[in-house]
């Protein structure tokens, strides 16, 4: 860094320079003094905009940085919602299978019941008719004999 060096060389020329007698006053060369001070006013800029760079870059990696790991939070959010939601769908489906088949078997069961009620009425019909034509038949026999 120039700076430091010309800052260095000020320094110098002050505790190089003569001193008046008697006080802590010293004498020292006023035009390369200024001449210095110049310099390191001609580079100081130069140097203050690194600094600025530097403060900047290390403010935008920061922010980047804190955005990515944001957007990786929400991510990673954003899945657990999904697999939540995932499980929740999956969970509600088994319930809703379950139900669908215990109406079915519910179905089955009363088709299964009418069936069976409708096949015994139509039986004690038949029974019933039989009943009546084999009646009508033993009398026609005893008709006969």
């Known amino acids: ?32 003094f200024l001449d210095l001070i110049k310099e390191i006013r001609i580079k100081l800029p130069e140097e203050l905009k690194q600094a ?13 940085a804190q955005k990515e790991a944001d957007d990786i939070v929400k991510e990673a959010e954003n899945r657990i919602i999904a697999m939540i939601d995932e499980h929740e769908i999956t969970r509600k489906a088994y319930a809703q299978k379950a139900e669908i088949i215990e109406t079915a078997n519910e179905m089955a069961r009363e088709i ?32 006969l004999k």
Do not use: C, Y
């Open 1 to 32: 860094m120039e700076i430091f060096t010309l800052l260095e060389t000020l320094e110098e020329m002050v505790e190089n320079g003569k001193t008046v007698p008697f006080t802590n006053k010293g004498i020292i060369d006023k035009e390369a």
């Open 112 to 143: 299964s019941n009418g069936t069976k009620e409708h096949a015994d009425s139509l039986l004690e019909k038949i029974e019933t008719v039989l009943e009546e034509t084999l009646k009508t038949i033993q009398n026609n026999r005893k008709e």
């Open 52 to 64: 600025k760079w530097v403060k900047e870059e290390r403010t935008r990696i920061l922010i980047e």
